[in-house]
Structures are given as C-alpha cells and as structure tokens.
C-alpha cells in the first residue's frame, strides 16, 4: 500500500509538473565516463547508478520542475578525451555543472578545465590526493581522497590486531602507488615494520615468485592494493602457497568489490579490506539503493556506485538550493551542501589542506560465507569480525 | 643459504617453468603466423580473449571444463582465423603499397572490433570459471611429512602446461610429418622455392593464420582456469607474444617452447630478486637484446648445434 | 618547390580560423588535429619517406613531455622550456636508441621500436624518485585559460614542421631516404651511407614528436607514463593517422589527423552509439586500409575516379 | 700490360660452415672488361658481394686503387669509385626514372641542380631520356636494366660491377645494351662482368674468370677459356644435372 501510494503521488508530482507546461523543459546533464577499455567495468557500474538516481529524482518531479535527461560521454579513460568531452559541455551545451569521471588522471583533466572556466565539477571517485590540493574553487570531492581510504581499517589494526611486521604489495598506478606509500606511514606510526613492499604491473598473471618472497619475511599483516582480478588471483595463490599471515587486508577497489568474492571463492575467506561504503551501512537510502542495483543488476555495487548513485543527488540538491542555473550560483550552493545520502553525510570542507572535500567514515569489509560483512567501526558494523582466523592448511 | 632462501628459489624457479610453458602456448600461434607470412598480428591477444569467451560460456551455459573446451575453441577460432585472412589480410597484401605494413593496421582494426563486439556482448564484467580445482595444489610437506622445506605445485597450472606441452608436440607431428605441414614449412623457409615446387601459397597462408588463431584459442582455454578475462585483456598478450617469437626465433615451435620458458623464469626471477615492477622491463630488455644479439633466437643456436654434428 | 600556394592558403586559412567564433570545444579539437599532425608529419618523415616504420614514437613523444615536466616539476622552471629543451634531449635519445634499433629491418625494426615505448614507459612507472612515477606531473596553472594561444603555438610548431618535411623531403636526403626505403642493399651500393641517412630520419622525426609531446604536457598540464608512453593511444595512432592520410606524402597526414581526432570524435558523440563506437571506428578503418591502401591523399585519384565514374 | 685497379687476393667465404668462396685471386686492369663466369651456384654473386663490400672476406682481402677496402662498407667502397648492378634489379619502384639517377648522382654533386645536371646526361647516354618522367616500377624488363646501369654510372665510378645485366633481354635489346657497355669502356670505365650469355661475354670481354664451387678453375682470354677442358667439364656437368 505503501508504495503504491508513494508512487502515486511522485505521478502526480510529475503531472503537476508538466500540467505547468512551460517549466518542463528536461535539463540535460551529460556525464564523461570510461565506457570502453579496461575501467569500463566502473564506467558502467557508474552509469547504471546515476540512472537509478535520476529516475528516482524525476519520479519526484525533478529538478525545480524539470526533469533530469542524462547522457552519457565515452572518455576512453584518456585524459584528452575527458577534455574534449568537458570543453564541449561547457562551451557548447553550455551545462553549468560537471559530474562524473573516474581515473584521476581523466579527473586531473577535468579539474583543470572547469576550474578555469569557472564550472563547478563535482568529483565521484577518483581517489589521487592531490586534485582537491590544488586551490581548485569550483572543484569539489565527494569520496575521501587515497590517504584517507584506510583509516577505518588502520583503526582496526591499531585496536585489535596490533602488528608488528607488515609487508605492502600494490599495482603500479597512482592509486596504488599513493596507497601503499600512505600505508607505510601509518605503519609507521603503529609502530609496525614495514618488511616488503612491492609494486607489479596490473594484469600480472603469476604472483607467486613474490608471494613467496613475502612468505619467507613471514609479516603479520599482509596489506595489497589490487583492482578486481589481481586482488582474487592474488588470494587465489597465496592460499596456493599457503602463505598465512595474521590478517590479509585491502585497501578498497579490488577487495571490496563482490567480483573479487565470485572470482576468488574460498581463497576470499576471512579477507578484509578497507572501503568508502558498504551495502549493510546504516545510512539512509543504502540499503534501498543497494538492493535496488543487485535487484537489477544481478551483483551488489561497490563504493563507486553509490558514491555516483549520491553525487546526482547531491547535484539534485544543490540545483534545487541555487538562485539561478549560473554556475556561479551552483558552485556556491554546492559549497553549501548539507545532505545525507546513501552515501553518508555529504559536506565540502577545507581541511588538511585540501579544499572542498568531502570527508566521511570508512569502513572495513571483512568476507565472511562468501559475502562482504561490514565489520568496523563498530557502530556500523552488522556481523563481528573474525579474528584470528585459521591457517590453510586448517582449512577445509 | 638456509632452507628459506631454497625454498624461495624453489618456489619461483617452478612458477617460472609453468608460467613459460603457458607463454609459449601464446608465443606458438604467432611464431607461426610471423614465420610463414612475416606479419604482424597485432590483434593476436584479442583472438585469445575470444578463446576465453568460448571458454567461459562453454562453462557458465553448460558445465563444460575449459581444458574440454580447447577441442571447441581450437576448431571455432581456426575458422575465424581463416575468415580473418582470407577476406581481410590477403586482400591488403594483394595491393602494392608504400610501406607493407599497413597490413598491421589493419590487425589494429581487427583487434578494435573483437574487443568493443565483446565488450557490446557481454559488458565489461570481469568473468573467470571458477573451477573447483581452481586453488587445489600438491604439497611438499603432505609427501613428506619431515620436509624442513614447503613447496607447492598448482594443480591448473601444472595440467595446462602439461597441455601446452602436448599441443607443441602434436603441432610439431603435423608440420613434419603431415604434406600441409610441409608445405607451410617451404612456404616459411623460402617464398619463391615454395612457388617453384608447385605449393599453394595462397592456401597456406590461410590455414596458417587459421591454425596461429586455433593455437592462441586454446591458449585462451587453458589460462581462464589460473586468469580472469575481459574485454580489453588482449593487448598485454600479444605484447608477450612477441617476444616469445622473437626470443624463440620466427617460426620455429620448439624455439617457442625455449622463448616462452626462459621468458617466464627470468621474470619469475626478477620479481624475487629484482622486484615485480621491472618485471615487464626486464621482458622488453631481453626482447631488445634478443633482436640484437640473437637475430634468430633461441632456435638459430639449436640449429647451429645440430650443424656442427 | 611547386605550388607553394596551395600550403599558404591552407596556412592561411588555419590562422584565421581562431576569429570564426568557434567554441573552445572546436578549438580543443583543432589543436589536437595540429598536434596530430605534427606528430604524423615526423612519422611519416621516418616511416613514410625513410621506411622505418616505427612502432615506438610514444618513446619520443614521452620524453619531450617530461622534459617539459620535470623542467617544472624538479626546477620549477616554466615547462615552455621544455620545447626547445626536448628537441636537444630526444635527439641524444633518438640518436642513443637509433643506434641499437636501426641495426634491424622490417618487422624487426618495428617490433624493437615498440618495445623501446615499453620499456620507458615501464621505467618511467618504476623511477620514482625522478619522474614521480605512476603520479605523474600536475602542472598547477596552465599559462592561459583561452585556446587561441597554445592554437598559434601548434599552428607555429605544424607549419614549421611542414616547412622542413617540404624542404628536407626535396633535397638530397629527401633523394637518399627513399632510396634507403626502396632498397637498403641497393642504396648502400650508390655511395648511400644508410646508417647514417636512417639516423638522421630518426632523430629528425624523434625531435619533432618531442615538440609536440612537450606542448602536450604545457597543454594538458598533467602528464602520467601511461598517458604519455601509450603503445595504443600514442604510437599506433600515429601509424593509423599516416597510413590512413597517405603515406610518403605531403598533406596525408593533416587529413588522416583530420578524420582520426575529427571523425573520431565525431563518432564517439552519435548519441545511443554508446560503447560502440569503437567497434563503428574499427569497420571504418579497416574499410579505408582495404579500399584505400595508399590512404586518401595517396589514392586521391581512385577517389576521384569512383566519384567521376557515379557521375557519367 | 695497364696498372692493376682491383685485386681479389685468397678470398675465402663462410656461411655458417660452408664455404661458398675458397681461396679465389684475380686481380682487375684498368680500363679492361673482366668477366667472371661458371655454372649457376658457382658463387659468382657472393664474388661481387666480396668485393663491393656487401661481405667481409672470411680470410684474404681486396684492394682496390692500391688500398685494402676489405671490410670497408659497400657505400665507403662506392665513394671510391666503384659501383654496381644487381642480379634482380633494384630500382627505386615508386620514383621516376631522372629521380631514380639523380638519387645516385647526389654522390658527387653538391647541388640539386648539379645533381640534375649529371643524371640527365647519364639517362641521354643510356638511351633513357625519353622515359625520364615514368615511373620506374612500369618500365619492360630491358629498361629496367638499363636504368640500373644508369643509376650505377652517376655515381662516376672507375670500376662498374654489373651482375648479369644481360639476361632476359630479347635480341634487340641485347645490342642496345652491348653497344652501351663499349661506350661506357671508350669513357676509361673498366667494368667487372658476371654474364650467362656466352655469345655476350666473347663479344665483349678482354679477359675471362671461371669459377665453380666457388673455386677459380680457370683464367684467361676467351679464345683460351673456350679451349679449357675444366670449363667445358663444368659447363656439361651443369647439363647433365639440369
């Protein structure tokens, strides 16, 4: 009855809307996103997402009466392209704001385009810690930047497992390489040796000469930073060379994606990882979010999702808020942004020396049964984390 | 060195072998290919990821092991192969233009349209089988229960090099001892003496592209079980290709065999030792040093051998 | 040196067109095309004229692009030094790596150049204490906000390069490399010294992409090895755009420049294509290298021929 | 008897094991016509490979103008003063015919223009002049031919190598080429021959060089070698093999 009712009057929302003809001009908003090439997977994980949102944003009568018509803009993941796609909208389609992009070397391109042009760019999830570094004014960032993206995980480390020896193993692109370097700092500050660390190229097929490398220094915490598949084929054939470590963590991407589960299976188990976001978050929206997406599309989303899911929200709320369809006006209703989403609480700060950032919780995601269980903090958490966990050849 | 640098050293040295032996696999169709038609196939990593796909839905769709499907992908990708050469290369090479080499454009294109047909089939979800012998492996210590060292021997691993290896072989029987591999082998050693002896050149160079694309196809097969796949996979797989060829020598299989295996344990070594990131400069070094020093790879040393018997 | 009218009314033309009123999203696009053409210009004064196909000038391009960057990034110093900095340091490159590569010939030749954009691109990844790595370089403000400025700059570089391919191609190393082209074993036996003629194709053209890969870096104002020393985006694009323009001539690649940053970009924004452009782009290309093998320019008259015959 | 240009002196060549020069000398006099003959894979070709610098002798070495040029690079060698032909011609297919020389003419021209200069009077020479604007790769067989001769003679060499520019030619065009040959020695040019033509090289040749199996079996005069039972021996052990 509920929904019924809910659903009738977003109709009638709508007919209101379009009775008073004239204001039903859609507004457009096309969004540049890597939908080809090896990053489509999150392009796409992406797209679905803002989709979701902007349905469910013109089912309640859209944008100050208009509707929210999206497109979509193939980047390539090539910074050129971002460009030429965000020059393009800004100058021709005259679209008065910017969302979207995934690589940080695309996002780096953008920024630097809408902060001379005086666009506001709202950025989704790219991690680099330096976009938001720059003085950029019109350049605002919804997930926490890279250093930021374990600390609800060095949290767990600091109170419940203490290590003494750590070894890092990352890819070599700037996600990874700011990652692991960020890492190192805080293992310094536990006060834990940092024995190996080591980058390799994406899409390596063996890591077992390394692995075993890390096998002989015998670390208690085993800390990758991995895309999707070299995260599983890294589980696979650590539990192949049963190597055990106290605790196998990742930082976000590849750990906390549901694919690293399917592909990896029991190699997954007792795994944890470090993320922005989880489907069992006890933020408003979450959940109806995230089972809404497997409803469809047959897989939880990751952080990236909802983080996209949440940003055209925000662009909804924002919009709503400003005086006018000028950027200027948007820019400063961003600035003004007090909003819960299905992301968690969305506000840009300076701080840190980083200027209109988002900061919010992370979390850390431990696999357990096959499914990604939300273990730390505490007060978000919906199973309890288990550790220590058994040895391989413990296993059955 | 004390039992855990051995073990360390064990380790890498067996993950090299089975990483060589999977390389080679890759490195036989294009070596082939290279050899009899001195192309370059620049989209032979994109007919490995249709292998895959194959691979994949044979598993998904209908339970059938992806080491059972290298007998469905070999034969589906022959023919493609064959589509590939006779309608596309053979057209470019029949025209006389400046530079040859525009016949490699033209791969690029080919590689373009497999990879984006596949991302519009099936999206760009990263797929693997998740075989149940996935992660299985023999131990050392279950053998020996006194062992002071632990090794471990991956199950998948260690069937699809064993399969890698029987494929060489059976493609070794046939270009010797079959009258078409025989004539692939003239047309590989010299063009025109190969005219001369009355060889249809034009057909073999079709079913050597055919039988290059069979060879990556069943590559395909054999590493979704240890690998992953996606549609853009392709690339950093004819990159390896290449070097294969090259290290082992244009045309030659067993040099294939030689390339692929010191290929996969000198990178094995330089992640232990040297670190996993110059891994892939190390590849491209010896490739450059192989051009350089060892214009016929590993095989002209072999042949240099058996000619001074 | 005939007709040198035909290049001033193009060159004329290209000046004004900044006064057109066109968006900075056209302008964005044309100074790629410049680019672009620049970059296939050198190629094709290598490839094209000299033969050498090269499958690595992303090495070229990378290295005049962090010549420029790490001119800001460690000596912060403007990175516009970079240009006439990295026509110095390619060539020593250019000249280094010519040394060992041009040794080899046909695929050989092409397969070690490819490896060569690898190899630096890898290292680049790996030295991080001098490159920054995989973070790449971020130059915090770029000169100017408006476009008209790097366009005269480009159109500067383009011209210039156009000018020198003319020049060079028409006098007697223009003769010398398409000997070496033709027949290396035939040229060594006319007096032709063609290692020395091949390096200096190389360096030349190695300069010129250095130019533009430190505009790029001024332009862009970020720069990461995997954007720089692309197999795929930089390297064999550059192929794609001579062979598809006409290779060995003059104005192949402004139009194979032209229909790859263009057509492509063009392709890319058909609304409900989505994904597939790609696979659109993939069939156009390898319907103009079947139909076309010589590139547009380079087949211009079968073009005519087939327009000519639709019409009688 | 003139002073010798060239000598060849105990030239060995190996590939891989094989020896396909053993221990051959001649040496060359200025101004003469030498032609160099034997069976097919006598090793005539890896001869001339020797001496313009294509190949390093293996052992032995040549001189040319009283200096060792052994291991010298062919376009060295040629800068010198000597140039070639090959056995399948090698013209630059896409270039015209006058572009074609001029390419080779830049060797000792310092200017386009002078470079020009020398092509056209070499193609009016040869009798090419009329076909100066095609485009090599279309001219017939015997053109071609000529238009190597052609190429090889801008660069004013003192020794010209011609590696059986004869074959293939129809009977017109065999005079053609034999009256060009003799007007290019009545120029002071001494010239290397390998031919096949038997009726060719006794026309024209001063002094004859037989090899098989890359050994020199026989040298002399052609009324001498024509009465030389190791040349016949080797010329009917090629027929019965054929």
Same mark, same amino acid.
């Given at each position: 009855?509920?929904?019924?009712?809910?659903?009738?009057?977003? *109709?009638?929302?709508?007919?209101?809307?379009?009775?008073?003809?004239?204001?039903?001009?859609?507004?457009?908003?096309?969004?540049?996103?890597?939908?080809?090439? $090896?990053? *489509?997977?999150?392009?796409?994980?992406?797209?679905?997402?803002?989709?979701?949102?902007?349905?469910?944003?013109?089912?309640?009568?859209?944008?100050?009466?208009?509707? #929210?018509?999206?497109?979509?803009?193939?980047?390539?993941?090539?910074?050129?392209?971002?460009?030429?796609?965000?020059?393009?909208?800004?100058?021709?389609?005259?679209?008065?704001?910017?969302?979207?992009?995934?690589?940080?070397?695309?996002?780096?391109?953008?920024?630097?385009?809408?902060?001379?042009?005086?666009?506001?760019?709202?950025?989704?999830?790219?991690?680099?810690?330096?976009?938001?570094?720059?003085?950029?004014?019109?350049?605002?960032?919804?997930?926490?930047?890279?250093?930021?993206?374990?600390?609800?995980?060095?949290?767990?480390?600091?109170?419940?497992?203490?290590?003494?020896?750590? *070894?890092?193993?990352?890819? &070599?692109?700037?996600?990874?390489?700011?990652?692991?370097?960020?890492?190192?700092?805080?293992?310094?500050?536990?006060?834990?040796?940092?024995?190996?660390?080591?980058? =390799?190229?994406? $899409?390596?097929?063996?890591?077992?000469? #390394?692995?075993?490398?890390?096998?002989?220094?015998?670390?208690?915490?085993?800390?990758?930073?991995?895309?999707?598949?070299?995260?599983?084929?890294?589980?696979?054939?650590?539990?192949?060379?049963?190597?055990?470590?106290?605790? =196998?963590?990742?930082?976000?991407?590849?750990?906390?994606?549901?694919?690293?589960?399917?592909?990896?299976?029991?190699?997954?188990?007792?795994?944890?990882? !470090?993320?922005?976001?989880?489907?069992?978050?006890?933020?408003?929206?979450?959940?109806?979010?995230?089972?809404?997406?497997?409803?469809?599309?047959?897989?939880?989303?990751?952080?990236?999702?909802?983080?996209?899911?949440?940003?055209?929200?925000?662009?909804?709320?924002?919009?709503?808020?400003?005086?006018?369809?000028?950027?200027?006006?948007?820019?400063?209703?961003?600035?003004?942004?007090?909003?819960?989403?299905?992301?968690?609480?969305?506000?840009?700060?300076?701080?840190?020396?980083?200027?209109?950032?988002?900061?919010?919780?992370?979390?850390?995601?431990?696999?357990?049964?096959?499914?990604?269980?939300?273990?730390?903090?505490?007060?978000?958490? /919906?199973?309890?984390?288990?550790?220590?966990?058994?040895?391989?050849?413990?296993?059955? | 060195?004390?039992?855990?640098?051995?073990?360390?050293?064990?380790?890498?040295?067996?993950?090299?072998?089975?990483?060589?032996?999977?390389?080679?696999?890759?490195?036989?169709?294009?070596?082939?290919?290279?050899?009899?038609?001195?192309?370059?196939?620049?989209?032979?990593?994109?007919?490995?990821?249709?292998?895959?796909?194959?691979?994949?839905?044979?598993?998904?769709?209908?339970?059938?092991?992806?080491?059972? &499907?290298?007998?469905?992908?070999?034969?589906?990708?022959?023919?493609?192969?064959?589509?590939?050469?006779?309608?596309?290369?053979?057209?470019?090479?029949?025209?006389?233009?400046?530079?040859?080499?525009?016949?490699?454009?033209?791969?690029?294109?080919?590689?373009?349209?497999?990879?984006?047909?596949?991302?519009?089939?099936?999206?760009?979800?990263?797929?693997?089988?998740?075989?149940?012998?996935?992660?299985?492996?023999?131990?050392?210590?279950?053998?020996?229960?006194?062992?002071?060292?632990?090794?471990?021997?991956?199950?998948?691993?260690?069937?699809?090099?064993?399969?890698?290896?029987?494929?060489?072989?059976?493609?070794?029987?046939?270009?010797?001892?079959?009258?078409?591999?025989?004539?692939?082998?003239?047309?590989?050693?010299?063009?025109?003496?190969?005219?001369?002896?009355?060889?249809?050149?034009?057909?073999?160079?079709?079913?050597?592209?055919?039988?290059?694309?069979?060879?990556?196809?069943?590559?395909?097969?054999?590493?979704?079980? %240890?690998?992953?796949?996606?549609?853009?996979?392709?690339?950093?797989?004819?990159?390896? *290709?290449?070097?294969?060829?090259?290290?082992? $020598?244009?045309?030659?299989?067993?040099?294939?065999?030689?390339?692929?295996?010191?290929?996969?344990?000198?990178?094995?070594?330089?992640?232990?030792?040297?670190? @996993?990131?110059?891994?892939?400069?190390?590849?491209?070094?010896?490739?450059?040093?192989?051009?350089?020093?060892?214009?016929?790879?590993?095989?002209?040393?072999?042949?240099?051998?058996?000619?001074?018997? | 040196?005939?007709?040198?009218?035909?290049?001033?009314?193009?060159?004329?033309?290209?000046?004004?067109?900044?006064?057109?009123?066109?968006?900075?999203?056209?302008?964005?696009?044309?100074?790629?095309?410049? @680019?672009?053409?620049?970059?296939?210009?050198?190629?094709?004064?290598?490839?094209?004229?000299?033969?050498?196909? &090269?499958?690595?000038?992303?090495?070229?391009?990378?290295?005049?692009?962090?010549?420029?960057?790490?001119?800001?990034?460690?000596?912060?110093?403007?990175?516009?030094?970079?240009?006439?900095?990295?026509?110095?340091?390619?060539?020593?490159?250019?000249?280094?790596?010519?040394?060992?590569?041009?040794?080899?010939?046909?695929?050989?030749? !092409?397969?070690?150049?490819?490896?060569?954009?690898?190899?630096?691109?890898?290292?680049?990844?790996?030295?991080?204490?001098?490159?920054?790595?995989?973070?790449?370089?971020?130059?915090?403000?770029?000169?100017?906000?408006?476009?008209?400025?790097?366009?005269?700059?480009?159109?500067?570089?383009?011209?210039?390069?156009?000018?020198?391919?003319?020049?060079?191609?028409?006098?007697?190393?223009?003769?010398?490399?398409?000997?070496?082209?033709?027949?290396?074993?035939?040229?060594?036996?006319?007096?032709?010294?063609?290692?020395?003629?091949?390096?200096?194709?190389?360096?030349?053209?190695?300069?010129?992409?250095?130019?533009?890969?430190?505009?790029?870096? /001024?332009?862009?104002?970020?720069?990461?090895?995997?954007?720089?020393?692309?197999?795929?985006?930089?390297?064999?694009?550059?192929?794609? #755009?001579?062979?598809?323009?006409?290779?060995?001539?003059?104005?192949?690649?402004?139009?194979?420049?032209?229909?790859?940053?263009?057509?492509?970009?063009?392709?890319?924004?058909?609304?409900?294509?989505?994904?597939?452009?790609?696979?659109?782009?993939?069939?156009?290309?390898?319907?103009?290298?079947?139909?076309?093998?010589?590139?547009?320019?380079?087949?211009?008259?079968?073009?005519?021929?087939?327009?000519?015959?639709?019409?009688? | @008897?003139?002073? &010798?240009?060239?000598?060849?002196?105990?030239?060995?060549?190996?590939?891989?094991?094989?020896?396909?020069?053993?221990?051959?000398?001649?040496?060359?006099?200025?101004?003469? %016509?030498?032609?160099?003959?034997?069976?097919?894979?006598?090793?005539?070709?890896?001869?001339?490979?020797?001496?313009?610098?294509?190949?390093?002798?293996?052992?032995?070495?040549?001189?040319?103008?009283?200096?060792?040029?052994?291991?010298?690079?062919?376009?060295?060698?040629?800068?010198?003063? @000597?140039?070639?032909?090959?056995?399948?011609?090698?013209?630059?297919?896409?270039?015209?015919?006058?572009?074609?020389?001029?390419?080779?003419?830049?060797?000792?021209?310092?200017?386009?223009?002078?470079?020009?200069?020398?092509?056209?009077?070499?193609?009016?020479?040869?009798?090419?002049?009329?076909?100066?604007?095609?485009?090599?790769?279309?001219?017939?067989?015997?053109?071609?031919?000529?238009?190597?001769?052609?190429?090889?003679?801008?660069?004013?060499?003192?020794?010209?190598?011609?590696?059986?520019?004869?074959?293939?030619?129809?009977?017109?065009?065999?005079?053609?080429?034999?009256?060009?040959?003799?007007?290019?020695?009545?120029?002071?040019?001494?010239?290397?021959?390998?031919?096949?033509?038997?009726?060719?090289?006794?026309?024209?040749?001063?002094?004859?060089?037989? %090899?098989?199996?890359?050994?020199?079996?026989?040298?002399?005069?052609?009324?001498?070698?024509?009465?030389?039972?190791?040349?016949?021996?080797?010329?009917?052990?090629?027929?019965?093999?054929?």
């Amino acid at each position: 009855m509920k929904r019924s009712a809910s659903g009738l009057m977003a *109709a009638s929302a709508f007919l209101l809307a379009t009775a008073f003809g004239h204001a039903a001009e859609p507004f457009n908003l096309a969004i540049p996103l890597p939908l080809t090439g $090896g990053q *489509a997977k999150f392009g796409e994980m992406m797209k679905r997402s803002y989709e979701m949102a902007a349905e469910e944003i013109n089912a309640k009568g859209g944008v100050k009466g208009r509707k #929210i018509v999206l497109s979509f803009e193939d980047s390539q993941a090539k910074p050129d392209s971002a460009r030429a796609i965000v020059e393009k909208l800004i100058d021709v389609k005259k679209q008065p704001l910017i969302v979207g992009e995934y690589t940080s070397a695309c996002a780096k391109a953008v920024a630097a385009v809408a902060n001379e042009r005086k666009t506001p760019y709202l950025i989704v999830a790219s991690a680099d810690d330096s976009i938001t570094q720059q003085n950029y004014k019109y350049v605002f960032r919804q997930n926490v930047p890279n250093a930021y993206y374990a600390q609800g995980l060095v949290s767990f480390l600091r109170e419940k497992v203490q290590p003494k020896t750590m *070894a890092i193993l990352y890819e &070599s692109s700037d996600f990874g390489t700011s990652g692991a370097a960020d890492m190192e700092k805080w293992a310094g500050k536990l006060g834990c040796k940092v024995l190996v660390k080591e980058k =390799y190229e994406k $899409g390596a097929v063996d890591f077992k000469p #390394i692995l075993s490398k890390v096998k002989q220094a015998a670390p208690d915490v085993l800390f990758m930073v991995s895309y999707v598949m070299d995260a599983s084929l890294l589980m696979k054939q650590i539990k192949e060379l049963r190597l055990d470590a106290k605790l =196998y963590a990742g930082g976000a991407a590849g750990f906390a994606l549901p694919e690293f589960v399917d592909n990896a299976k029991d190699a997954a188990e007792y795994v944890m990882t !470090a993320t922005l976001w989880t489907p069992q978050v006890k933020y408003k929206g979450a959940k109806e979010y995230a089972d809404k997406y497997k409803a469809k599309y047959g897989d939880f989303p990751s952080y990236h999702g909802a983080s996209a899911y949440s940003a055209l929200h925000v662009v909804h709320d924002a919009l709503s808020r400003a005086k006018s369809m000028k950027s200027e006006d948007i820019t400063e209703a961003l600035k003004k942004t007090k909003l819960q989403t299905a992301y968690g609480p969305v506000a840009f700060e300076d701080k840190d020396g980083y200027q209109n950032q988002c900061f919010s919780e992370t979390f850390v995601l431990q696999v357990q049964a096959g499914e990604h269980e939300t273990v730390w903090p505490y007060a978000y958490a /919906n199973k309890k984390f288990i550790y220590p966990f058994p040895r391989w050849r413990d296993r059955k | 060195m004390n039992a855990a640098q051995v073990e360390v050293l064990l380790q890498t040295l067996i993950a090299g072998v089975l990483l060589g032996g999977l390389y080679a696999l890759i490195g036989l169709g294009m070596t082939l290919i290279m050899g009899v038609m001195k192309i370059i196939n620049l989209a032979h990593g994109e007919l490995m990821m249709v292998g895959m796909y194959i691979a994949y839905w044979m598993f998904s769709l209908f339970g059938i092991d992806p080491y059972v &499907s290298v007998f469905i992908a070999g034969p589906l990708l022959f023919f493609l192969g064959i589509l590939i050469q006779k309608y596309l290369i053979n057209t470019v090479l029949r025209v006389d233009s400046i530079l040859p080499e525009n016949q490699v454009i033209l791969t690029v294109g080919v590689g373009m349209i497999l990879a984006s047909a596949a991302t519009i089939a099936f999206k760009s979800d990263y797929r693997s089988t998740p075989v149940k012998y996935g992660t299985s492996a023999f131990y050392l210590s279950d053998l020996w229960k006194g062992s002071p060292i632990e090794l471990s021997l991956s199950i998948p691993w260690s069937v699809s090099f064993l399969f890698a290896l029987a494929i060489t072989a059976g493609l070794w029987f046939f270009l010797q001892r079959t009258d078409t591999g025989k004539s692939i082998r003239a047309t590989a050693q010299d063009l025109d003496a190969a005219l001369l002896m009355g060889v249809n050149v034009q057909r073999m160079r079709v079913v050597t592209f055919g039988l290059g694309s069979a060879l990556v196809g069943a590559a395909g097969c054999l590493f979704i079980p %240890i690998y992953y796949l996606y549609p853009a996979l392709g690339g950093q797989f004819t990159l390896i *290709a290449f070097v294969i060829t090259i290290l082992g $020598g244009l045309g030659s299989n067993v040099g294939a065999i030689l390339g692929g295996l010191i290929l996969g344990l000198f990178e094995s070594l330089t992640a232990t030792y040297v670190g @996993m990131g110059w891994a892939p400069v190390g590849r491209f070094v010896i490739f450059i040093a192989a051009l350089l020093f060892l214009p016929g790879g590993v095989a002209s040393l072999l042949r240099r051998r058996a000619f001074g018997k | 040196m005939k007709k040198p009218l035909i290049p001033l009314a193009v060159l004329a033309v290209l000046a004004v067109l900044p006064f057109s009123g066109l968006s900075t999203y056209m302008m964005h696009i044309l100074i790629l095309v410049l @680019m672009w053409t620049t970059i296939g210009m050198s190629w094709n004064l290598l490839g094209g004229y000299c033969g050498q196909v &090269s499958f690595g000038h992303a090495a070229y391009f990378g290295v005049g692009a962090y010549t420029a960057g790490l001119l800001y990034f460690k000596l912060q110093a403007s990175a516009w030094w970079g240009i006439p900095l990295s026509v110095a340091v390619v060539s020593v490159f250019a000249f280094v790596l010519g040394y060992i590569v041009l040794k080899l010939r046909g695929p050989f030749f !092409a397969l070690a150049t490819l490896a060569s954009g690898e190899v630096l691109r890898i290292t680049t990844e790996n030295w991080n204490g001098f490159t920054n790595g995989t973070l790449g370089i971020l130059i915090q403000e770029r000169t100017w906000v408006a476009k008209t400025q790097y366009y005269y700059i480009i159109l500067a570089i383009t011209a210039f390069t156009f000018l020198l391919v003319r020049r060079l191609v028409a006098s007697k190393w223009g003769y010398y490399f398409v000997a070496v082209r033709e027949d290396q074993d035939a040229a060594e036996s006319l007096g032709i010294d063609t290692t020395k003629y091949k390096t200096i194709a190389l360096v030349v053209s190695a300069a010129l992409t250095g130019i533009c890969g430190a505009f790029y870096t /001024n332009y862009m104002g970020f720069i990461d090895p995997h954007i720089v020393f692309a197999l795929h985006d930089i390297s064999i694009i550059t192929i794609m #755009i001579v062979m598809v323009g006409g290779v060995a001539t003059q104005w192949g690649p402004l139009v194979g420049a032209g229909i790859m940053v263009l057509l492509a970009e063009w392709i890319r924004s058909i609304p409900g294509l989505g994904a597939s452009h790609q696979a659109f782009f993939g069939v156009l290309l390898v319907l103009i290298i079947l139909f076309l093998p010589n590139g547009i320019v380079g087949d211009f008259r079968k073009i005519t021929r087939l327009f000519g015959r639709a019409r009688a | @008897m003139s002073e &010798s240009l060239l000598q060849v002196k105990n030239a060995y060549k190996f590939f891989g094991g094989l020896a396909a020069v053993t221990d051959v000398s001649f040496e060359i006099r200025k101004g003469e %016509i030498l032609a160099l003959i034997g069976p097919n894979g006598a090793g005539k070709t890896t001869v001339f490979n020797v001496v313009n610098g294509f190949y390093k002798p293996s052992r032995g070495e040549v001189w040319f103008k009283g200096r060792n040029i052994s291991g010298l690079k062919p376009h060295k060698i040629c800068r010198m003063g @000597m140039a070639r032909t090959f056995q399948v011609v090698k013209p630059l297919q896409r270039m015209s015919v006058l572009d074609n020389v001029v390419a080779s003419a830049f060797l000792r021209a310092e200017s386009r223009e002078k470079a020009v200069e020398i092509a056209e009077e070499t193609l009016k020479f040869t009798g090419l002049y009329e076909d100066r604007d095609v485009i090599s790769k279309g001219l017939p067989l015997g053109k071609r031919k000529r238009l190597e001769i052609a190429r090889a003679l801008a660069t004013q060499p003192e020794l010209l190598l011609l590696d059986e520019s004869f074959a293939g030619l129809n009977p017109a065009e065999l005079d053609e080429s034999i009256g060009i040959i003799r007007r290019i020695k009545e120029r002071g040019i001494t010239i290397f021959i390998i031919e096949h033509h038997m009726k060719v090289i006794m026309a024209i040749s001063d002094r004859i060089v037989v %090899i098989n199996y890359g050994q020199k079996i026989a040298e002399g005069s052609p009324e001498e070698i024509q009465a030389n039972p190791a040349v016949v021996e080797a010329y009917l052990g090629e027929d019965h093999h054929a």
